[in-house]
Nanobody
Framework: QVQLVESGGGLVQPGGSLRLSCTAS????????MAWHRQAPGKQREFVAL???????NYADSVKGRFTISRENAKNTVYLQMNSLKPEDTAVYYC???????????????WGQGTQVTVSS
């Protein structure tokens, strides 16, 4: 069994910062790409940022220059540093990861339960 648990969400004023964390636990052989997505009320879930296991990153245009994704492989953890937050960043933020549970099982994609980020004055 594999679990992804996010933390770090909350209420922040426009222009403020938050750092989200997501840790994978359970039976894990290898973690490949890790990513953040978000879903605002009444909208579809959208991609935010991705980091490969070698450290390459990719961002949605809406967050480039404001958000930074990073990972700590020894802790099976991915982070999302969010700066210059705007009200339109308000959403539930989900992490997901491609994880291989053993050397003989193909990788599968796992999702966390999400953490709420609210940007409001």
């Amino acid at each position: 069994q594999v679990q992804l648990v996010e933390s770090g969400g909350g209420l922040v004023q426009p222009g403020g910062s938050l750092r989200l964390s997501c840790t994978a636990s359970g039976s894990i052989f290898r973690i490949y790409a890790m990513a953040w997505h978000r879903q605002a009320p009444g909208k579809q879930r959208e991609f935010v940022a991705l980091i490969t296991n070698s450290g390459s990153t990719n961002y949605a245009d809406s967050v480039k220059g404001r958000f930074t994704i990073s990972r700590e492989n020894a802790k099976n953890t991915v982070y999302l540093q969010m700066n210059s937050l705007k009200p339109e960043d308000t959403a539930v933020y989900y992490c997901n990861a491609d994880i291989q549970r053993t050397a003989t099982i193909v990788r599968l994609n796992y999702w966390g339960q999400g953490t709420q980020v609210t940007v409001s004055s």
